[in-house]
């Protein structure tokens, strides 16, 4: 199972000793957060400017030495509040993964992709308010001295919502099970560690599964 190791004032965030305590419960839960053993997490820069703390992961699905998957999750904290998140914590997350062509022409691949994730806060009894985010398809061709490269379509998830339960460890996991499934790996009961009472993952629709390394 990975996990991230560190303590929480240490890199990936802002505010870091000055922290709420609500706040560094927070971070204490995602940094000792266990996902399946696709998932390598790492911790990266927070932004700055949209809360006065913020912790920041980045991640990728790797099977076999091959990158399927990628993304950024950031947990941010406003002790008074914000307006549009009905909370003081939100959490705010993008994910990318390269698909195959079949699946690049399915017209509903952008609810599906909006399926992914709400299935897998569901799954892992992650409970949360406020969901809002974009899927976008992006096409590319390549010409010249890349004219070799076979054409690719990414799919691109940017998602944020505002966790109503303080499992914070839940949401994580229910993230990086969106991963997967961007990545085309079947669904797996979420883990006892992590949501003790939540339900299996046998709803959430997977990708046909598929060994493509995404193009950088």
């Not at 995602?30 to 996902?35: D, H, K, N």
């Not at 997490?41 to 980045?58: C, D, E, M, W």
């Not at 799954?123 to 974009?134: L, S, V």
């Not at 997967?180 to 790996?185: D, E, F, N, Q, T």
């Amino acid at each position: 199972m990975a996990a991230v190791g560190g303590h929480p004032a240490q890199g990936g965030g802002t505010g870091k000793e000055s922290a709420p305590i609500e706040f560094r419960d927070a971070v204490e839960a995602l940094s000792g957060a266990r996902l399946r053993p696709e998932v390598q997490l790492s911790p990266a820069p927070a932004p700055r400017r949209l809360a006065p703390y913020a912790f920041a992961l980045t991640a990728s699905v790797e099977v076999d030495g091959e990158e399927l998957a990628d993304g950024r999750i950031v947990l941010l904290h406003d002790p008074a509040g914000q307006e549009a998140w009905h909370g003081d914590f939100r959490v705010v997350t993008m994910t990318r993964a390269e698909l195959e062509p079949e699946m690049a022409a399915d017209p509903m691949l952008s609810e599906v992709g909006w399926a992914w994730l709400l299935d897998a806060l569901q799954a892992h009894g992650a409970g949360y308010a406020e969901a809002g985010g974009t899927v976008t398809r992006c096409a590319s061709q390549y010409f010249g001295a890349l004219a070799d490269r076979p054409s690719s379509t990414e799919i691109e998830i940017r998602a944020s919502w505002t966790p109503s339960d303080g499992r914070f460890e839940r949401h994580l996991a229910a993230w990086g099970e969106l991963l997967c499934a961007g990545a085309g790996l079947p669904p797996v009961p979420s883990s006892p560690q992590n949501a003790p009472d939540a339900p299996s993952l046998g709803g959430v629709v997977p990708m046909p599964a598929r060994r493509r390394p995404r193009s950088h």
